[in-house]
């Protein structure tokens, strides 16, 4: 996986804010397959290696539902190192009465689920990128159906033991509520370039030509305004720079273009926008 490694940029983690604690951790280890690193009594980061965390949970004080048309989490999007990894999840599903919807974006294949608290998640494996089709600087990717027959053939059911230990997570694709300043502050702030364009309605941006490490989209509505603190939702998500250069160059870049850096113990937070934080580590 080059494409999650540096000296790609790209995101390492995702912290996300839910409404109970204990229900979403029963979901997260016995639907999706992660195990417990550490746990307090409003947050749990979870593995799937038994060291590094990809994904948090963090349930806020006055925690309020997840709220409609607002910026912030489209889906986070985990991605399995083999075929046969999504293959076996998918039988795992079955078994277990899961509902999935589903898509062959010709880069790669994927499910799509949402968790308790409506919080979207993508799990997915990507096509070799000698198979990705490049036009003038552009891949193309689609919303075709899914072969269920051809991609359970790579799999065998009852095999399934939890996320592999080789899962990254993949990319973020997220709710902003407008593209010409979203699309200045990702690339020229934080370097990324745009790889599709979805009409005037979604953008999707990466690092060394992957299809991409974040995808953009107004679908709640130009101008949908940010969630409160304390709803469910995207807390933030971090972007791994290849060196400490790189980021400190990143943050001169957007503080250039007028984005807000704070410093907390040399960990950089920025804001898209449209308030989504974004971590810049290294």
């Given at each position: 996986m080059t494409f999650h490694v540096k000296p790609t940029t790209f995101?390492?983690?995702?912290?996300?804010?839910?409404?109970?604690?204990?229900?979403?951790?029963?979901?997260?280890?016995?639907?999706?397959?992660?195990?417990v690193l550490e746990q307090t009594n409003s947050t749990a980061k979870l593995t799937t290696d038994g060291k590094t965390s990809i994904l948090s949970l963090e349930k806020p004080e006055n925690v309020i539902p997840k709220q409609a048309r607002t910026t912030g989490l489209y889906h986070f999007a985990l991605l399995l190192p083999n075929r046969s990894d999504l293959a076996n999840i998918v039988f795992h599903f079955i078994e277990k009465g899961v509902r999935v919807g589903s898509s062959d974006h010709?880069?790669?294949?994927?499910?799509?689920?949402?968790?308790?608290?409506?919080?979207?998640?993508?799990?997915?494996?990507?096509?070799d990128p000698s198979e990705w089709d490049w036009s003038n600087g552009e891949v193309a990717m689609a919303v075709d159906p899914l072969n269920f027959p051809d991609l359970l053939s790579s799999?065998?059911?009852?095999?399934w033991n939890g996320l592999p230990a080789g899962t990254v997570m993949g990319h973020i694709h997220l709710h902003v509520s407008e593209l010409v300043k979203t699309e200045e502050f990702y690339t020229k702030g934080l370097g990324f370039e745009v790889v599709n364009r979805f009409g005037d309605q979604a953008l999707f941006i990466s690092s060394n030509k992957y299809h991409h490490h974040i995808g953009l989209n107004t679908w709640n509505g130009i101008g949908a305004p940010q969630p409160p603190k304390n709803?469910?939702?995207?807390?933030?998500?971090?972007?791994?720079?290849?060196?400490?250069?790189?980021?400190?160059?990143?943050?001169?870049?957007?503080?250039?273009?007028g984005a807000i850096i704070e410093e907390e113990n040399d960990v950089f937070i920025t804001y898209d926008p449209s308030g989504n934080a974004i971590s810049l580590m290294f």
């Open positions: 995101v390492g983690h995702v912290t996300i804010k839910v409404e109970d604690l204990e229900r979403s951790l029963q979901f997260y280890q016995e639907v999706i397959g992660f195990k010709l880069v790669s294949e994927a499910l799509y689920l949402s968790d308790p608290d409506g919080n979207g998640i993508e799990i997915y494996i990507d096509r799999g065998k059911q009852g095999t709803g469910v939702g995207l807390e933030s998500f971090t972007l791994i720079f290849p060196d400490e250069e790189t980021r400190n160059k990143v943050a001169a870049n957007l503080k250039q273009i």
